[in-house]
């Protein structure tokens, strides 16, 4: 059955019930949650990155960019940039980084970046303005100041940066290099959001993943951002690290909560040394077992809602007055490649080795090693390796997922209104495995729509399995366990 596209100049989700679920406190259920421990996607995109193919070239972004400006009404910009380098290797990394104490080696990156830049700005009309930018990595600074500097210069002439308060301009940092002098350079260069890796401040824990960062520290790159007007400031944590144990993380939450960041994101560990080198260096027998490391996140969970955050949905908290708060009030948020986003009506542009992007009907990922990254612009070239277009059934069931992922429920009226396809009809099958959730208490199948439970809260992934095309027969059930993903929890 074919399905009518939604106009351009339409919001990327459709329009949401009222969310009275997301006023109430999730519903941690252990023995539940536990049935459901399987792998799974983690929805930053859909499709999800493993099924973009080397098919997609630099000519069909070019192609589908210049499109993009046509549109009725263009879409502002989203920008993401690739450090890669750390100066040393947290063991359970599985990020695309390069380990090097050998400063001097950003800068040669540095000048493939801008001139990826110069290449790829001109694609996009200058009257679109980018109203997000983060930095990602590996360690973002690791640049330092003259290198940010000239960063931003680049940006600043290729794109329209936005200069609105409410743009989101981040960077993740790692405190153990970072002091005060930086974050105000940072904060005079135009950021206004700043994350901190944290994951855990038990030095046992840290130790052991080989990353040593005190609290001071910590404590001294948050007081900085304040001082310097970050308008918001995040810290990650991670369960089911080596040698974790509920009693100590009740330690490391009361520090978190004391320096009151306006988001916590809270992942879990996925052990794959297989595909991860540097996790050969994690002791396998000092992993918290599958009940301890359930147990930190209803933990973790517990703790940061008395302490007055909002569970956002899967590894995300904040602040009731942080803009990702008031982006889910007002049905605005997203999923992206950073996890739970603001501004969701933006084209993504991916840029440094690696990074992906989203512009139109379309995934792109750079080259994601440095010799190829370097040999494509050295030749002319944009570095894009792999991608996707996107089909018509790929659009519809990546807003349904968008929908249950950052919104908790589904009108179906406003889904047939928007694509001229019944949903009961469209979406037969789904409804029946849905209905082993609903079983279960996950999620509840109205006349009107779908409305994730309380108890579903924690296993939004595992519901969203139940609408993607690209998993086994059995995906979103229990038993299903597609390897090439992390525990769905």
Known sequence: MGA????QDSPMATQTLIHPQLARAPVF??????????NGPRYTSYPTAPHF????????????????????IPRALSVY???PFCLSPCFYCGCTRIITRDRGRADGYLEHLLREIEMTAPMFDADRPVNQLHLGGGTPNFLDAGQMRRLLDGLTKGFTLSDAPEREFGIEVDPRYCDADTVRMLAEVGFNRISLGIQDFDSDVQQA??????VEQTRAVVEAAREHGFRSVSVDLIHGLPKQTTEKFAKTLEHVIALHPDR????????MPERFRAQNQINAADLPDAATRLALIGQTTDTLIRAGYRYIGLDHFALPEDDLSRAQRLGTMQRNFQGYSTHGDCDLIGLGMSSIGHVGRSFHQNARTLLEYYAA???GHLPVRRGMFLTDDDLVRADVIQQLMCHGDLDMEAFQQRYGVAFREYFADELVRLAALQKDGLVDILPQGLQVTSRGRFLLRIIAMCFDAYLGKDRGMPGANPPSYSKAL
């Open 81 to 83: 940039v690739h450090i």
């Open 4 to 7: 009518a596209m939604p106009r």
């Open 377 to 379: 612009i050295d030749d």
């Open 209 to 214: 993943v080989n990353r040593v960062q005190s």
């Open 29 to 38: 259920d252990a023995e539940l949650i536990a049935r459901y421990d399987i």
């Open 53 to 72: 193919h080397e098919r997609f070239s630099e000519a069909d972004l070019r192609s589908i960019a210049h499109a993009s400006n046509e549109d009725p």
């Open 264 to 271: 916590v994101a809270t992942y879990s560990y996925a052990h």
